[in-house]
């Protein structure tokens, strides 16, 4: 027989528009749209594309629950044997929604559901554990590998074969555990990872902790009317003509900028270079994504002391975590050696 | 970039953003649900006067996460 199954994109891989399509309400097509024409083929028959169903990625974000019930009725008048989305390589929202999508998919129609993304998806850590989810590179250009990984994990699970060992079969752990017969006993494994480990030569955990750690919460402000409270913002939002060529994606720099004798953004003095988002708003405004007028009209009120006067800003879209986590490092020592008692941190 | 910023300088950092489930992800404590994906903080659609109100009213929620001791991820 030639299994059914229907495929989750976003309007983008489905060709229908960028950012400024991103609010797309759910649509379904027939037959493989995207990157589902190129999982059919390398299905080789077994398998049809017999819908696709396409989403804008903002629509879906902003409406996470509604949004995923409705693309799960259009999937579901479609009969599929298998669900497959994506792959979102490392595409936050694209991989939140196709993540949403498949575990609402696999729980409700009982049926295999595979993507494909990028081990710092943050769809890997919100539905990792229900989806399968093939590892690919953190862009499009990985897209033929991709494709054929899932199609080939697709296959096997709709002949109800095993998958094997994540790390042997290119899949992202879903953080099951099964029982194997090991020649050697835990004690052993342990003394020669130690040993391993001392000697500086390469092991492997069999017990990964999770990459986002977890930090208990500074304390409050006791005094708001003396605080001393900074703006720092992932949004994209930097001086006019970007003056230290931030990246409009994937940063790995971030920007200090003196806003003490700013008391408004404006399409004068600053712009949002974010390659991430539909810009049209922030750069009508730019204080829709970085609240500096708010900011200095309460100041004025005296609701709380003073505004820092050094602005920190970056792009936040396909940002590693590696540096994301640097910048944070050294914002956060500069304004402990800065005084300031506070942050108000604006993400898009 | 939230979470690092906290952790170096050991002050409350609030952050206001529309995807709640990836602050949460990544490791924010104190959360401010934002407005829309390219206008966090804002709601230009609705006016000058509306815009600025809903701005006004999250930085006032972000000033009470910043007041308020936590123990765990919350959300304002």
Same mark, same amino acid.
């Given at each position: 027989m030639t299994y059914r199954i229907v495929h989750y994109t976003n309007q983008f891989f489905a060709g229908l528009g960028g950012e400024e399509k991103a609010d797309l309400r759910p649509l379904v097509r027939p037959g493989a749209v995207g990157p589902a024409l190129g999982l059919e083929q390398a299905l080789g028959g077994e398998a049809v594309v017999v819908a696709t169903v396409i989403c804008g990625d903002n629509y879906m974000a902003e409406n996470l629950t509604s949004a995923t019930e409705e693309v799960l009725a259009m999937i579901r008048e479609h009969t599929p044997d298998a669900v497959t989305a994506g792959p979102a390589f490392n595409a936050g929202r694209y991989g939140t929604a196709c993540g949403a999508v498949l575990e609402k998919a696999a729980a409700v129609l009982k049926v295999p559901v595979v993507s494909g993304m990028y081990p710092e998806n943050p769809g890997v850590e919100l539905y990792g554990r229900n989806v399968v989810l #093939?590892? +690919?590179g953190d862009?499009?250009?990985?897209?033929?590998?991709?494709?054929?990984?899932?199609?080939?994990?697709?296959?096997?699970?709709?002949?109800?074969?095993?998958?094997?060992?994540?790390?042997?079969?290119? /899949? /992202?752990?879903?953080?099951?555990?099964?029982?194997?017969? =090991?020649?050697?006993n835990g004690a052993e494994r342990?003394?020669?990872? /130690?040993?391993?480990?001392?000697?500086q030569q390469t092991f492997a955990t069999e017990y990964p902790m999770p990459t986002f750690r977890r930090i208990s919460p500074a304390p409050p402000v006791g005094d708001l009317r003396r605080a001393t409270i900074a703006l720092v913002s992932s949004g994209g939002v930097v001086p006019k003509g970007n003056p230290d060529r931030i990246r409009v994606s994937s940063a790995e720099s971030y920007g200090a900028y003196?806003? !003490?004798a700013l008391t408004d953004l404006t399409p004068e003095n600053y712009?949002?270079? =974010?390659?991430?988002?539909?810009? #049209?708003?922030?750069?009508?405004?730019?204080?829709?994504?970085?609240?500096?007028? #708010?900011?200095?009209?309460?100041?004025?009120? %005296?609701?709380? %002391?003073?505004? =820092?006067?050094?602005?920190? *800003?970056? *792009? %936040? +879209?396909? *940002?590693?975590?590696? =540096?994301?986590?640097?910048?944070?490092?050294?914002?956060?020592?500069?304004?402990?050696?800065?005084? #300031?008692?506070?942050?108000?941190?604006? !993400?898009? | 970039m939230t979470r690092e910023i906290?952790? @170096? @300088?050991?002050?409350?950092?609030?952050?206001? @953003?529309?995807?709640?489930?990836?602050?949460?992800?990544?490791?924010?404590?104190?959360i401010v649900p934002g407005v829309a994906i390219p206008h966090p903080v804002g709601n230009p659609a609705a006016g000058p006067e509306e815009d600025q109100a809903v701005r006004r009213n999250l930085l006032l929620r972000a000033f009470t996460a910043?007041?308020?001791?936590?123990?765990?991820?919350?959300?304002?």
């Amino acid at each position: 027989m030639t299994y059914r199954i229907v495929h989750y994109t976003n309007q983008f891989f489905a060709g229908l528009g960028g950012e400024e399509k991103a609010d797309l309400r759910p649509l379904v097509r027939p037959g493989a749209v995207g990157p589902a024409l190129g999982l059919e083929q390398a299905l080789g028959g077994e398998a049809v594309v017999v819908a696709t169903v396409i989403c804008g990625d903002n629509y879906m974000a902003e409406n996470l629950t509604s949004a995923t019930e409705e693309v799960l009725a259009m999937i579901r008048e479609h009969t599929p044997d298998a669900v497959t989305a994506g792959p979102a390589f490392n595409a936050g929202r694209y991989g939140t929604a196709c993540g949403a999508v498949l575990e609402k998919a696999a729980a409700v129609l009982k049926v295999p559901v595979v993507s494909g993304m990028y081990p710092e998806n943050p769809g890997v850590e919100l539905y990792g554990r229900n989806v399968v989810l #093939v590892k +690919t590179g953190d862009s499009a250009r990985g897209m033929k590998d991709a494709l054929a990984k899932m199609a080939e994990v697709t296959r096997k699970l709709l002949r109800k074969e095993s998958l094997g060992p994540a790390k042997e079969s290119g /899949l /992202l752990p879903r953080g099951i555990r099964r029982n194997v017969l =090991h020649e050697k006993n835990g004690a052993e494994r342990a003394v020669e990872m /130690l040993l391993a480990r001392l000697q500086q030569q390469t092991f492997a955990t069999e017990y990964p902790m999770p990459t986002f750690r977890r930090i208990s919460p500074a304390p409050p402000v006791g005094d708001l009317r003396r605080a001393t409270i900074a703006l720092v913002s992932s949004g994209g939002v930097v001086p006019k003509g970007n003056p230290d060529r931030i990246r409009v994606s994937s940063a790995e720099s971030y920007g200090a900028y003196d806003i !003490s004798a700013l008391t408004d953004l404006t399409p004068e003095n600053y712009e949002s270079i =974010h390659g991430g988002y539909d810009r #049209v708003w922030a750069n009508v405004d730019p204080d829709v994504v970085i609240p500096l007028d #708010v900011m200095r009209a309460l100041e004025r009120e %005296g609701a709380y %002391g003073k505004l =820092h006067p050094v602005l920190y *800003t970056t *792009t %936040g +879209t396909g *940002t590693s975590v590696a =540096h994301a986590e640097r910048f944070g490092r050294e914002i956060g020592a500069a304004l402990r050696e800065a005084g #300031v008692d506070a942050v108000i941190l604006t !993400s898009t | 970039m939230t979470r690092e910023i906290e952790a @170096a @300088a050991n002050i409350p950092v609030v952050q206001i @953003a529309t995807i709640v489930p990836i602050m949460l992800t990544v490791g924010a404590n104190r959360i401010v649900p934002g407005v829309a994906i390219p206008h966090p903080v804002g709601n230009p659609a609705a006016g000058p006067e509306e815009d600025q109100a809903v701005r006004r009213n999250l930085l006032l929620r972000a000033f009470t996460a910043m007041t308020t001791p936590v123990t765990e991820q919350t959300l304002f």
